[in-house]
Every structure is written in structure tokens, then in C-alpha cells.
Nanobody
Framework: QVQLVESGGGLVQAGDSLRLSCVAS????????MGWFRQAPGKEREFIGAITKTTSTTYYGDSVKGRFTVSSDSDQNTWYLQMNNLKPKDTAIYLC??????????????????WGQGTQVTVSS
């Protein structure tokens, strides 16, 4: 089994930066993707970004492209979401996710096999 744990959330002011981390424990896989999503109360889960395991190709949701960056350690057991120029609209629970085989729709939540519990990010005006 694989378990994911996010960390790095907190309360910040608009314009600040945060880096979230996701650590995977258990089995490792050579293919798939490491993703980030967010969800606010009453809203749908939103794709933020992801990085593939085979080629380290990154993908981003339109709402955060240019401000957020996804990266991973070389062992691909830890991945990160660097968030710059945070805005109040970014307030949400952020979740990391893992798919352990080839992914064809990297932006869809249903493509992922394992999820973390989430870490709260709150951005004040």
C-alpha cells in the first residue's frame, strides 16, 4: 500500500509564498503521475498541477499557471507545490494524489489511485 501525507499549509497574506510537500510511503512505481488538487467548501475539486514519473513533464491548471510550480525529488517519493503570489481565491484544502500507472488524463481526479488527507491553505486580503 501507498500512503500520502501533505504538509506546509498555513495562514498567509496575499502576495506571500508557500511550499507544500507530499511524501509517499510504501511501494514505489516507475510510471504514473504525482498531482496536486484543491477543494474549497461547496466547490468541486480542482486540478492544480502534476508531474509525470517517466519524463518529469509538468502540467498546470489554468487558474494557477504562472504562479505555481510542481516538482519532485529524484527518488520520486516526495513532490512539491511551490505557490507564489498567493491570492485569497487560492484558499482551499490542498491534496496530493498519486497515480501508479500510465495516465492519459492527468487533470482528472478520477485518474488518481491514492490521496492524502489534505492541508489547509488560507490567504488573507
Amino acid at each position: 500500500q501507498v500512503q500520502l501525507v501533505e504538509s506546509g499549509g498555513g495562514l498567509v497574506q496575499a502576495g506571500d509564498s508557500l511550499r507544500l510537500s507530499c511524501v509517499a510511503s510504501g511501494r514505489t512505481f516507475s510510471s504514473g503521475a504525482m498531482g496536486w488538487f484543491r477543494q474549497a467548501p461547496g466547490k468541486e475539486r480542482e486540478f492544480i498541477g502534476a508531474i509525470t514519473k517517466t519524463t518529469s513533464t509538468t502540467y498546470y491548471g489554468d487558474s494557477v499557471k504562472g504562479r505555481f510550480t510542481v516538482s519532485s525529488d529524484s527518488d520520486q517519493n516526495t513532490w512539491y507545490l511551490q505557490m507564489n503570489n498567493l491570492k485569497p481565491k487560492d484558499t482551499a484544502i490542498y491534496l496530493c494524489a498519486l497515480r501508479t500507472r500510465t495516465v492519459y488524463a492527468i487533470n482528472l481526479a478520477k485518474a488518481y489511485d491514492t490521496w492524502g488527507q489534505g492541508t489547509q491553505v488560507t490567504v488573507s486580503s
